[in-house]
């Protein structure tokens, strides 16, 4: 069974305190890694995709990596608009199966 | 509308109602999903639309949960006979190609007294 854990639980920085979220994944066959932003009341609203070890993507002050058994959300000098709940995905097996398995989040709250 | 409208918003039922949620996924959308979310935790799958073609429910937790996308673009997901555990988010999201970028709605609140 696919499964998708992320760390930490919850997270309070600094504004301007870089850190790091993780998710690490176990999968038959991983076809892409997805990150999501979900703020309060809202639907998740896509970040990035990751296709292979060794990928990278960035968009603003957030980068995403990816290796064969995680994936880390780099968070560079952040901003209290960057609080939100961080989700990962991962779309996995036979080809043709579109579902996403997502982590549990993390929780980001940036102080300013 | 500019992007995945779900009603309603907010949704009190007693045990044993049976309630329909919405979705009205992007126009054009070819795929559509169903998500259950359950409070602070991740989405979990629950069915794939792919037009009006149902492809895959296996995350459909019972044989009380049902839906349906009868035309591919407007989607329906009933609840029978809702019980306590039942009560959660539910999120429906589309893609305008198989594979692609998907967009969220921002749930129906689901409360099962």
């Known amino acids: 069974e696919d499964q998708v854990t992320q760390s930490p639980e919850a997270l309070r920085l600094q504004e301007g305190e870089s850190s790091s979220l993780n998710c690490s994944y176990t999968?038959?066959?991983?076809?892409?890694l997805f990150w999501y932003r979900q703020d309060p009341g809202k639907g998740p609203e896509f970040l990035f995709t990751?296709?292979?070890a060794g990928e990278e993507k960035e968009k603003e002050r957030l980068k995403a990596t990816l290796t064969k058994k995680e994936s880390f959300l780099h968070i560079t000098a952040p901003k209290p608009e960057d609080s939100a709940t961080y989700l990962c995905?991962?779309?996995?097996?036979?080809?043709?199966?579109?579902?996403?398995?997502f982590g549990q989040g993390t929780r980001l709250t940036i102080n300013p | 509308g500019a992007g995945v409208s779900q009603s309603p918003r907010y949704k009190v039922a007693k045990r044993g109602q049976d309630v329909a949620l919405r979705c009205d996924p992007i126009?054009?959308?070819?795929?559509l999903f169903w998500y259950q979310q359950a409070l602070g935790q991740g989405p979990e799958f629950l069915t794939y639309?792919?037009?009006?073609?149902?492809?895959?429910k296996s995350g459909l937790p019972s044989d009380r949960f049902f839906a349906e996308r009868p035309e591919g673009s407007v989607s329906t997901l009933k609840i029978q006979r809702t019980q306590q555990e039942d009560s959660a988010v539910y999120l429906c999201?589309?893609?305008?190609?198989?594979?692609?970028?998907?967009?969220f709605g921002s749930g129906t609140q689901l409360s099962v007294l």
């Open positions: 990751l296709y292979s």
């Open positions: 639309f792919q037009n009006e073609a149902q492809l895959d």
């Open positions: 995905a991962v779309q996995a097996g036979i080809q043709g199966a579109q579902k996403l398995v």
């Open positions: 999968v038959s066959g991983l076809r892409g």
């Open positions: 999201a589309s893609s305008l190609v198989v594979g692609g970028k998907l967009f």
């Open positions: 126009s054009g959308h070819v795929s």
